[in-house]
């Protein structure tokens, strides 16, 4: 068949497919939807014969051809889709070197061409293996999620009675806005026969988190064993399991946990209900897509609270944030009430807490990156982890290990950005056997108990006398031994 020059009749055209095997076919399917205004260029003849007969605009031609575009219209896009490597690239080069402003979208067929096309001035270069690959897994965790959504509105639906809903000890926006989101679930599912109570132990000590609390009027009990046993159900959020930073001990028959923090143990697995995914930056993420695959309407508040509870634990989405949490945050976005939003993250600062500040900056020893701070006694722990914030910022600093005593435990606080250390990993390692520990790659606490000396009175002397060595065991685990720190 003779070479015909189809639509030449235009200046511009949206769309150039260079090879249209079944992938070609496929994307061409697909533009279609678009507009009609594309033209197939292949080299089998019978092939473009064929798409013809079905009304497309197909030329042959030989995609090695230098003068393969002669005579076509300008593109806005070039996909080069053929499955010869080579005649890829140099495709993609002459694309480029004749139509700079056109973007060109290619097909790698290996992992090693992907960067070939990239260098030849291809602006996507795709590997359609890994593509089916991601395509694949995102499905089934879809999938995963909706079954998980649907059992728990199943299990709720059921339910008629009283939910307690316990967040981790001195709860913070995300514990506090999933146990919301779950209470609002359950009233909805049970058909308003299910009674959600909010508990927590600690204290709400953040500035920050009191003003969340007080402006969004968020109902909350202080947990006693005797509320426990009060309740029909029992509900754990953003904490893997009971006794795992919580109020409840450790044989508590537990019906919901849901977290993201860490795999599920042997105990959490019993529940009845368990979803436990590291890989998310909040458990508020988690909460918003239950409310999206079970088609609940978001109470303003609700949404404001689980917006505010994904910003604060991904640090405004910036550490162990997933596309995932992107997405949520822009579903709830426009449900949200964002003058709350701007008084809540514009609360005053307690002179408690720029004392304690100030004493950790004072106070502050540097040795290889790694930077040490005693805040001293602390009634607001809270102030622990916001000094640690704070000092990660400083130049020189990868990683940053603030500690303090209040009335029953010693608080130790890790913040990092060292890429070779995961500073959850090591503060497990380190801490436990002595009191709970763990976290993120970037992010990391422990918290040991006094036991026994929770009754001395100088504090701030037990902790000097305490600290060392345990702080001996970190530093010999990130490899800096027990050489003198040097003061900044």
């Known amino acids: 068949m003779a070479d015909s020059q189809s639509n030449g009749s235009l200046d511009k055209v949206k769309y150039i497919v260079l090879g249209c095997g079944s992938i070609g076919y496929n994307v061409v399917e697909e533009l279609i939807h678009d507009t009609s205004h594309v033209i ?8 473009v014969e064929d798409l013809r007969d079905q009304n497309y605009d197909a030329i042959v031609r030989d995609i090695t051809d230098p003068g393969i575009l002669d005579g076509l219209p300008v593109p806005e896009v070039v996909f080069i889709l053929s499955s010869d490597k080579n005649a890829n690239i140099e495709a993609a080069k002459r694309v480029k070197e004749i139509y700079p402003a056109a973007y060109v979208i290619a097909r790698a067929i ?22 089916f690959a991601k395509t694949a897994v995102h499905h089934i965790r879809r999938l995963h999620s909706s079954r998980l959504a649907r059992k728990l509105y199943h299990f709720l639906s059921g339910c008629e009675g009283t939910l307690g809903i316990v967040v981790h000890t001195n709860p913070d926006p995300d514990s506090i806005s999933s146990a919301m989101a779950l209470c609002a679930i359950g009233k909805e599912a049970s058909g308003g026969k299910l009674e959600c109570r909010i508990l927590y132990d600690g204290k709400i000590g953040h500035q920050e988190n009191r003003a969340f609390v007080t402006l969004l009027d968020i109902q909350m009990e202080k947990i006693t064993q005797e509320i426990v046993d009060e309740c029909d159900y029992l509900a754990i959020v ?25 795999e599920a143990d042997e105990k959490a697995l019993e529940s009845f209900f368990t979803d436990i995914r590291p890989g998310m930056g909040a458990t508020a993420s988690i909460m918003t897509q239950y409310l999206q695959e079970l ?13 505010y509870g994904i910003r604060a634990d991904t ?13 949520y945050a822009a579903f709830l976005l426009p449900l949200t009430d964002g003058e709350l939003l701007d008084k809540i993250t514009s609360p005053s600062i307690s002179i408690e807490t720029v004392d304690a500040l100030g004493d950790a900056i004072k106070g502050r020893r540097v040795q290889n990156g790694y930077l040490f701070t005693n805040v001293g006694y602390v009634k607001n722990r809270d102030t622990i982890p916001q000094a640690a914030d704070l000092l990660i910022q400083l130049e020189g600093v990868n990683t940053a290990v603030v500690y303090g005593i ?8 890790a913040r ?5 250390m995961h500073v959850g990993n090591v503060m497990k390692e380190a801490f436990t056997g002595i009191g709970e520990a763990g976290g993120h790659a970037t992010m ?11 009754l001395v009175r100088n504090k701030e002397e037990l902790l000097s006398l305490i600290i060392d060595p345990v702080l001996e065991r970190f530093a010999d685990i990130v490899g800096i031994g027990k050489e003198e720190k040097n003061e900044v």
């Open 295 to 307: 088609d609940i309407s978001v109470d303003q508040i609700v949404a404001t609270a689980l917006l």
């Open 40 to 47: 197939i260029v292949d080299r089998d003849e019978k092939r």
């Open 110 to 131: 290996d992992r090693l061409s992907l960067n070939l096309l990239e260098q030849a001035g291809a602006d996507i270069a795709l590997y359609p293996q890994e593509v």
């Open 444 to 454: 990391a606490a422990a918290k040991i108990p006094l036991n026994s000396f929770s």
């Open 315 to 327: 640090r405004e989405f910036s550490r162990n944030t997933t596309p995932q949490d992107l997405n």
């Open 406 to 413: 209040g009335d029953d435990f010693i608080t130790i606080s």
């Open 238 to 262: 953003d904490s893997p399991g009971p006794s795992v930073n919580n109020f409840l001990s450790p044989d508590t028959k537990v019906d919901i946990i849901i977290d993201h923090h860490r």
């Open 416 to 420: 990092n950005k060292d890429i070779r």
